[in-house]
């Protein structure tokens, strides 16, 4: 379990923390859940139960991936973020701007 995955944003005001917990039995992983309460949406996975989204009250909708064999890695996206790559300084009392 983690109580706050992105602490960081947290502090700031960014939306984008998250709860995590998960259940893993005999070292392998058996369900998981993502909740982002500053947006109201959870994502969950359980094994032979798929993947779900959820957006506040509506209904679940699942989720699909293509198999990881038709997909060309050389056109993947990867996007990572963290408080390092920010301008934001404290004593500037400036707000929180992404470069």
């Not at 984008?16 to 500053?38: K, M």
């Not at 996007?79 to 701007?97: A, M, N, P, Q, Y």
Request: glycine share 8%; net charge positive; hydrophobic share 40%.
């Amino acid at each position: 379990m983690d109580p706050i995955d992105g602490t960081k944003t947290f502090i700031y005001g960014v939306p984008l923390f998250s709860a995590l917990i998960s259940y893993v039995e005999n070292n392998e992983p058996i369900i998981g859940v993502i909740s982002f309460p500053a947006l109201n949406q959870i994502i969950y996975a359980s094994k032979n139960g798929g993947c779900w989204f959820q957006n506040g009250d509506k209904k679940p909708v699942r989720v699909w991936s293509e198999s990881a064999k038709k997909i060309n890695l050389a056109s993947a996206v990867v996007s990572v973020s963290g408080i390092h790559s920010t301008t934001f300084d404290s004593r500037e009392e400036k707000k929180l701007s992404f470069i």
